[in-house]
């Protein structure tokens, strides 16, 4: 998808105070949507240079993401990965898929934030967010407990993500 056409509509939307239609312009340009996603709210803004989104919602229940309202201030590849960062969750939680673990949800996230494994059509982001994004799921990684089952069952996504870091490095 060519990012300055879809930066174009957001615009529009952004233009016309529509930030929750420009969100779910996004969800279904990008192949996001998902049968547990109840839709888009606002959460309080962090600071002009930060942004928070969260998914809520009740384990096994549909869940809302939560954007703050600035969100289309950033640049467009990290807005993406954030949603789908969310997006994954909502996956993640859904009723016969639930991952109980919030570690585990959370690597996940990461490392689709890296890999782009489940959602390829995602852009990549800078290297700056790559080591970011690669350190906070190494650190995800790292609470799963030493040796546990699930540093077990990602350890091959742990080398890849290390192997990344070293190479942006």
């Known amino acids: 998808m060519n990012l300055e056409q879809v930066s174009l509509h957001l615009n529009a939307y952004k233009d016309h105070d529509q930030i929750i239609d420009a969100a779910q312009y996004l969800i279904s340009s990008f192949g996001l ?18 942004m928070l ?17 600035n969100i289309f201030d950033f640049d ?7 949603i789908a960062h ?20 959370e ?8 890999f782009h494994k489940i959602f390829p059509q995602i852009p990549e982001v800078s290297d700056f967010h790559k080591i ?10 790292k609470r799963m407990g030493e040796n546990s089952f699930l540093q077990e069952k990602y350890k091959e996504q742990e080398i890849e993500i290390k192997q990344l870091i070293q190479n942006l490095s």
């Open 33 to 50: 949507e998902h049968e547990n996603f109840a839709g888009f709210g606002f959460r309080p803004e962090l600071s002009p240079g930060s």
């Open 53 to 69: 989104l969260t998914a809520e919602g009740e384990l096994g229940g549909p869940q809302r993401v939560m954007i703050p309202k």
């Open 76 to 82: 467009l590849s990290l807005v993406l990965n954030m």
């Open 86 to 105: 969310e997006m994954l969750h909502v996956r993640q939680k859904a009723p016969g898929h639930v991952i109980e673990d919030k570690n585990e949800r």
């Open 107 to 114: 690597f996940q996230a990461y490392y689709e934030m890296l």
């Open 132 to 141: 970011f994004f690669g350190e906070k799921a190494l650190e995800y990684y």
